[in-house]
Nanobody
Framework: VQLQASGGGLAQPGGSLRLSCSVSGRIFSSHFMGWFRQTPGKEREFVASINWNRGDTYYSNSVKGRFTISRDRADKTLYLQMSSLKSDDTAIYYC????????????WGQGTLVTVSS
């Protein structure tokens, strides 16, 4: 399985960005696809995930109501629409395949940098 994230960049506070993650390889109905983020000196943290088959979504409290995770099963692409961005959202964002909603990651993408600054 290979995961290729893209879409990061610079956004102003209050602005929006959309991340994409292209997936090659198998994704089973039991798998979740998600986004995690990491800043220097901190552990990687869960952001959002979606059950690939059912479409159930899960969010961290810090992004709920501002970020939306979605997927295109035909194109095998995962998305993260980020709105009302804050400086605290600045991080490297990683897409991942996991066996549960917020952990048990078995494959990671390479990461894409999101910077929120005026």
């Amino acid at each position: 399985v290979q995961l290729q994230a893209s879409g990061g960049g610079l956004a102003q506070p209050g602005g929006s960005l959309r991340l994409s993650c292209s997936v090659s390889g198998r994704i089973f109905s039991s798998h979740f696809m998600g986004w995690f983020r990491q800043t220097p000196g901190k552990e990687r943290e869960f952001v959002a995930s979606i059950n690939w088959n059912r479409g159930d979504t899960y969010y961290s409290n810090s992004v709920k109501g501002r970020f939306t995770i979605s997927r295109d099963r035909a194109d095998k692409t995962l998305y993260l629409q980020m709105s009302s961005l804050k400086s605290d959202d600045t991080a490297i964002y990683y897409c991942a395949r996991s066996r549960s909603t917020r952990s048990d990651v078995d494959y990671w993408g390479q990461g894409t940098l999101v910077t929120v600054s005026s």
